[in-house]
């Protein structure tokens, strides 16, 4: 059986997938445990090398990945080629170098003496999103294989298509075999049966909020261990000293890179009042000038969003802001295209207890609100159930700082967006999910602690 694919560009199909179910899955999962003792026996060093020959494989293909991302999900090419398979190649490679650097602990002095051994699991499952398809792909497989597990991974299957590309990759360049394990499918049949596998011993998924929530109580009767990166309502804090002007640019991509389809995006922009008309129309001649069109195409700044139904639920969202009372300043509407397109599209007059300055919308389109003074500020950002992310604009730096401690989310970006350093912890709270993945906080993830304690 086959699920059809579609270009987001065009709106046709222009593929197909493979349309797995739990027989796949329990095939995938037995080969996964047959090849679990040989990996994870091997030392660290080889591990690695396995994982670098990979990255550098994947690299030497690049442009072919960069393009089947952006046919299959609608995101600019240049995107990809300069952000996203490069981002991939990396997670491959920091995971390959972590595995060798991945010491146990050691401890003496107050009662007898202690080491912790850091066991791998055994076979452990990854489920990933369709918006950034091998960047997380590779976010969740290498740290669990670096750390000695086998996998059993399922993508997205509105974008499947550099991920299978990848374990064709793995297979074409001898990767043991069992190690890396891909079934394509939907998330009731394929992701439900990896999740409620005995032998599956933990679980990493990214992706929504009503999803992530299936998954623990799926896993929670195992006592599986899951981490869950889910959605984001991330404010953008817009103070009157900030050097917002020569950093326009970089607002206006918090809010709209991949048409909005990014759980970092600063949806929600909180503007000190003095500066807010002139931010505000900044931000919309900005917005109205982005380059919209054919993914393909290197001038592309934004594409369509990903499918017809995330389009319509985007649609409906912006009606819904217009029925609560906010005006749509610029945006708002489908172009006339074969594709899935919608403009940059920013509200204002929503206060922050209305559905759309609530509830994940997950497209091309965020809010403004006005703030008086810092305490405001905080009350606006922290007016959500979400808690992934927030970004600070200002050339006071202990403000900063204590903005940020501030603020309920799990990471913040100081007159930055989105630069990540690998080693740090990626993840939320509330409504945004639970764990984190990255550095060391992943390969902790991916094992077992076993403390063994003689005396001195």
């Known amino acids: 059986m086959w699920l059809p694919v579609y270009e987001p560009a065009t709106g046709k199909v222009y593929g197909d997938v493979a349309d797995g179910g739990a027989d796949d899955v329990a095939a995938a999962i037995a080969a996964a445990q047959a090849a679990f003792p040989a990996w994870s026996a091997l030392p660290a060093s080889e591990r690695a090398r396995w994982l670098e020959k990979l990255a550098a494989a994947l690299e030497a293909k690049l442009e072919d990945f960069a393009l089947a991302e952006a046919r299959d999900g609608g995101k600019p090419i240049t995107l990809a080629l300069k952000v996203e398979i490069p981002r991939a190649v990396s997670n491959l490679r920091f995971f390959s170098h972590a595995a060798t650097q991945f010491a146990s602990e050691f401890h003496h002095g107050e009662a007898g003496m202690h080491y912790t051994l850091r066991k791998p699991?055994?076979?452990?499952?990854?489920?990933?999103?369709?918006?950034?398809?091998?960047?997380?792909?590779?976010?969740?497989?290498?740290?669990?294989?670096?750390?000695?597990?086998?996998?059993?991974?399922?993508?997205?299957?509105?974008?499947?298509?550099?991920?299978?590309?990848?374990?064709?990759?793995?297979?074409?360049?001898?990767?043991?075999?069992?190690?890396?394990?891909?079934?394509?499918?939907?998330?009731?049949?394929?992701?439900?049966?990896?999740?409620?596998?005995?032998?599956?011993?933990?679980?990493?998924?990214?992706?929504?909020?009503?999803?992530?929530?299936?998954?623990?109580?799926?896993?929670?009767?195992?006592?599986?261990?899951?981490?869950?990166?889910?959605?984001?309502?991330?404010?953008?804090?817009?103070?009157?000293?900030?050097?917002?002007?020569?950093?326009?640019?970089?607002?206006?991509?918090?809010?709209?890179?991949?048409?909005?389809?990014?759980?970092?995006?600063?949806?929600?922009?909180?503007?000190?009042?003095?500066?807010?008309?002139?931010?505000?129309?900044?931000?919309?001649?900005?917005?109205?000038?982005?380059?919209?069109?054919?993914?393909?195409?290197?001038?592309?700044?934004?594409?369509?969003?990903?499918?017809?139904?995330?389009?319509?639920?985007?649609?409906?969202?912006?009606?819904?802001?217009?029925?609560?009372?906010?005006?749509?300043?610029?945006?708002?509407?489908?172009?006339?295209?074969?594709?899935?397109?919608?403009?940059?599209?920013?509200?204002?007059?929503?206060?922050?207890?209305?559905?759309?300055?609530?509830?994940?919308i997950f497209g091309p389109v965020v809010t403004l609100q006005a703030f008086d003074n810092e305490s405001e500020a905080l009350a606006l950002a922290n007016a959500s159930d979400y808690g992934l992310s927030a970004s600070v604009w200002t050339r006071d730096f202990t403000r900063a700082h204590r903005v940020a401690a501030s603020l309920n989310v799990g990471m913040v970006w100081i007159n930055s967006w989105l630069v990540r350093d690998l080693r740090t912890p990626f993840g939320g709270v509330g409504q945004s999910g639970y764990g984190r993945e990255g550095g060391m906080d992943a390969l902790r993830f991916y094992t077992e602690a076993r403390n063994i304690g003689f005396p001195a």
């Open 121 to 360: 699991l055994g076979v452990v499952g990854t489920v990933s999103p369709w918006n950034l398809p091998l960047y997380l792909f590779t976010w969740k497989i290498a740290p669990a294989l670096a750390a000695g597990n086998t996998v059993v991974a399922k993508p997205s299957e509105v974008t499947p298509a550099s991920a299978t590309m990848l374990a064709q990759l793995a297979s074409e360049i001898g990767f043991p075999p069992g190690v890396f394990n891909l079934v394509n499918g939907l998330g009731p049949k394929v992701g439900e049966a990896i999740v409620t596998a005995p032998e599956v011993k933990a679980i990493s998924f990214t992706g929504s909020t009503a999803v992530g929530k299936r998954i623990h109580q799926l896993a929670s009767p195992a006592l599986k261990k899951v981490s869950l990166e889910l959605g984001g309502k991330n404010p953008t804090l817009v103070f009157a000293d900030s050097d917002w002007r020569d950093n326009l640019d970089t607002l206006v991509r918090s809010a709209f890179q991949n048409s909005g389809q990014i759980c970092l995006c600063g949806s929600r922009i909180l503007i000190e009042r003095s500066i807010y008309d002139d931010v505000r129309d900044a931000l919309v001649d900005a917005a109205s000038r982005l380059p919209i069109g054919d993914p393909l195409d290197a001038e592309t700044r934004m594409g369509p969003l990903v499918s017809k139904p995330h389009f319509d639920k985007v649609m409906a969202a912006i009606q819904r802001a217009r029925d609560e009372g906010g005006r749509v300043i610029t945006g708002g509407e489908a172009l006339q295209h074969d594709g899935w397109y919608i403009t940059p599209t920013i509200i204002e007059g929503l206060g922050p207890d209305c559905a759309s300055n609530r509830e994940e």
